[in-house]
T-cell receptor, first 116, second 114 residues
Framework: DGGITQSPKYLFRKEGQNVTLSCEQN?????MYWYRQDPGQGLRLIYY???????QKGDIAEGYSVSREKKESFPLTVTSAQKNPTAFYLC???????????????FGPGTRLTVL | AQSVTQPDIHITVSEGASLELRCNYS??????LFWYVQSPGQGLQLLLK??????LVQGIKGFEAEFKRSQSSFNLRKPSVHWSDAAEYFC????????????FGSGTRLLVRP
């Protein structure tokens, strides 16, 4: 089955620790995205990557880092610099065709991060 | 800058009743528009999308949406709601800057009365 997987589903972290959230896709999509979701605020873009070995900051990149070494993988690290990391994190991917200015994003099941 | 407004935070309807969820966007050209649904603790599932052509778009689970350029709206409708439709619904517009980014509304939570 093709799709996007995120792990773990639940993650607990002590203050001051870095944690890495996994996102893998087997859809052969070029573009991948990380969103943060807080109650009542919808989805906010953290980072996105349109192609391997390249990524761009989104609207709330401070305190986060990413890498895109492989097409199918886009891990997100929540660093100790992120002041309020408790949230639901969603990964998405899209084909990333050059011929259009946007395309459909498909989402993973999410990871809920709680800082203790 | 592009933006999306979903004016209703919560909507409650009775099972079997019709549903309309509102979405207004701000965009200079022809927008790419999406509706997603999210069940609690889950990811987002695409319901339907509008890129061009017929302004009435059919989606999954019996949903449809109508693009109205004059009103800058893309409202989601369903003629008869089922209890399983209770979820949060998000409208989104393409950022339009070749980045493939989407701008999301803040969501509308749908509650279904038995």
């Amino acid at each position: 089955d093709g799709g996007i997987t995120q792990s773990p589903k639940y993650l607990f972290r002590k203050e001051g620790q870095n944690v890495t959230l996994s996102c893998e896709q087997n859809l052969n999509h070029d573009a991948m995205y990380w969103y943060r979701q807080d109650p009542g605020q919808g989805l906010r873009l953290i980072y996105y990557s349109q192609i391997v070995n390249d990524f761009q900051k989104g609207d709330i990149a401070e305190g986060y880092s990413v890498s895109r070494e492989k097409k199918e993988s886009f891990p997100l690290t929540v660093t100790s610099a992120q002041k309020n990391p408790t949230a639901f994190y969603l990964c998405a991917s899209s084909i990333g065709e050059d011929s259009t200015s946007t395309d459909t994003q498909y989402f993973g099941p999410g990871t809920r991060l709680t800082v203790l | 800058a592009q933006s999306v407004t979903q004016p209703d935070i919560h909507i409650t309807v009775s099972e079997g009743a019709s549903l309309e969820l509102r979405c207004n966007y701000s965009y200079g050209a022809t927008p790419y528009l999406f509706w997603y649904v999210q069940s609690p603790g889950q990811g987002l599932q695409l319901l339907l999308k509008y890129f061009s052509g017929d302004t009435l778009v059919q989606g999954i689970k019996g949903f449809e949406a109508e693009f109205k350029r004059s009103q800058s709206s893309f409202n989601l409708r369903k003629p008869s709601v089922h209890w399983s439709d209770a979820a949060e619904y998000f409208c989104a517009v393409g950022a339009g800057d070749s980045s493939y980014k989407l701008i999301f509304g803040s969501g509308t939570r749908l509650l279904v009365r038995p």
